[in-house]
């Protein structure tokens, strides 16, 4: 049974591991900072596909395929598949398990969907449904910015608030069996709304619900910025990473400098590359978590680390109605097991 | 900790309870046979609000305050929402529950949310997570068709076919205190896909599905269609609910009839109404399940029920790519204890 610290905070009593990851991205992503970290790359921007929704299943199958590689198993031994993406009815995902004879569980969270799966994934071995499953989401440049945005032969102009979407997919496989690293817990977010009607500014939309998740974390469970490695967000970008940075301090008086990263930051050389204000998408946090964060926890540089996924959870048609834009995160505890 | 009968089908052993449950619906399920059986009915198409979106967060909302009440609850008692519903990135989902602070899951499951979501908030109640969670859904016949379809003032012809939208929401509060309704157990269905491309027959594509999760879950617990009072899929239609019983009897040698019902086809007279092949929508089995089934258990008119919904996951972008419709099924099942 799962211990519960708050309303939002809670420690899984089964062990539950990290037993493989894989990860998959494209062009951009490979120049940025994190390039040599990635499993593979995909040069051509339709990976080889009709259409770019077919090229965005590819790279979910892709990051499956190494995920299921470092875990030693196959898909057939999964119990359980949590995925989502940005596509209206996440169709990169349902295209990615369609008659593979899996139980699936269909997940929306935008951006936070990596930690989202990789919770109800816990959640299932936890309550003993079963001993091993997978997380896995994915976004893709092309799809989304026409999806959300304009199609890319538009041109449209960004301003520098907005965030350039990653193209790649990540996946998790959990496992009770033990390995290095653990999810000792986790906390779901509420959805929170401040009013932010701009949807070229996710980051600022999204960071009061990265903010107050972290927030809850620490305070439930007792324990400050410094007992952890690192936190880091899923892809609030320059302007998000500032706000939670700003809001905690002023406002809560919990100082995250120097123990705080950005997976929208790190993924890019913003200035380098022009990505605006960093990255963004599902892909992101899935990307950075598998190809940098687990790696360290494996190796042992860091052994106690609070990751989150954000999403923020607007439509085109929301937005044009005039609506604000609620967002989410969701938040992992992990930690690496080495003596 | 939950006993897995085989690859998809599992009972809880925490005994988990339906504490409460409501819905709301438009004036055509009024006008339908259950119409009577209904908590409350909005008379305006837009419910009210300026937007039909803005109308669907007003069915889930309206749904959830009949739960809460029949479950002798406050919102804030909640330990975690499920939600999910057919609008592009789950908007009527989001918007229902910002700023409730509520731990909150998004799910996408298309029209088989209302089961994904009530199993989701098993887990969470069988993980020790929480006491209790709610699980809802929606949908908006003119949300849904302006989306999938065309606005309705194009006045598109629909082919016999064509399913309805029901316009309606249903909620379902989960809780592990002792009340009449348990759910016993459940199962995960896979994506199914045997390559229909028409979407305007969303029920044959849905069928194969259906019928997968009903025979999965007949076998790896060793019953018969004839141990249960009702076996009831979400929204098949007329065209899918004959193939689910086609293909049983044909290929599997299960007679179900007798034994079955479609809540697609339960919620509309078909003919009067010139409903065409009978209701979908994510609020179709969720408020044929809240006013129909439900009642029917805690009466002690049906002690033990299969309940399904059924999803079509395709999107129309890609029906617009020739790609056929992957479906997906998830099964509770809900016992009366009864004396």
Known sequence: MATRHGKYSFSFDRNIYIAGWGNVVGVKEQQGPLGSLFDSVEQDFYCGKKTLEQAEVHLQQTAMDHALRRAGCAKEDLGLVGAGDLLNQCISSAYSFRNTGLPYIGLYGACSTMALSTLINALAIESGLCNRGAAITSSHFGTAERQYRFPLEYGGQRPPSAQHTVTGAGAVILSDTPSPI????????????????????????????????????LRETGTTPQDYDMILTGDLGLIGAEIVIDLARKEHGVELQNRYQDCGLLIYDRMAQDMHAGGSGCGCSAAVLTAYVLPKLQKGEWRNVL????????????????????????????KGEHK
């Open 182 to 217: 653990r999810l000792a817990g986790g906390a779901f977010g509420s959805i929170v709304d401040w009013g932010i009607t701009d949807s070229n500014n996710m980051g600022g939309a999204m960071a009061p619900a990265a903010m107050e998740v972290i927030l809850h974390y």
């Open 307 to 334: 990751f989150l996924s954000t999403g923020a959870l607007m439509s085109p048609l929301s937005v044009m109605q005039g609506e604000s834009i609620p967002s989410i995160a969701h938040l992992l505890h992990l």
